[in-house]
Nanobody, 124 residues
Framework: LSLVESGGGLVQPGGSLRLSCVGS????????IGWFRQAPGKEREELSC????????NYVDSKAGRFIISRDNAKDTVYLQMNNMEPEDTATYYCAALIVGTVAAGCPFKYDYWGQGTQVTVSS
């Protein structure tokens, strides 16, 4: 499975962005997809995940308030909608994939496939 992220860019504080993660090379709806980010000098953190069929989602920490994960398996795409963005959201955002049945109990810790990342900068 190959993953390609897009949708990053420069956004003002309070603004919104929608990131996309497009998969290819395998049956996309077999895969749970997670979104991560890594800011300079900080550890990579997981933000959210969604099961292959889109039925279950999970958010890490308090991300559920501003971030929304969704997927369209007809387009082999998972989205991360980010609202009311803050300068602290500035980071490189990655999607990752793993075959696992449900994420209702929490997001996986380890993924098998990764995208190359897309840069998000929140600044006025």
């Amino acid at each position: 499975l190959s993953l390609v992220e897009s949708g990053g860019g420069l956004v003002q504080p309070g603004g919104s962005l929608r990131l996309s993660c497009v998969g290819s090379g395998a049956t996309f709806d077999y895969y749970t997809i997670g979104w991560f980010r890594q800011a300079p000098g900080k550890e990579r953190e997981e933000l959210s995940c969604i099961s292959g069929n889109g039925v279950s989602t999970n958010y890490v920490d308090s991300k559920a308030g501003r971030f929304i994960i969704s997927r369209d398996n007809a387009k082999d795409t998972v989205y991360l909608q980010m609202n009311n963005m803050e300068p602290e959201d500035t980071a490189t955002y990655y999607c990752a994939a793993l075959i696992v049945g449900t994420v209702a109990a929490g997001c996986p810790f380890k993924y098998d496939y990764w995208g190359q990342g897309t840069q998000v900068t929140v600044s006025s």
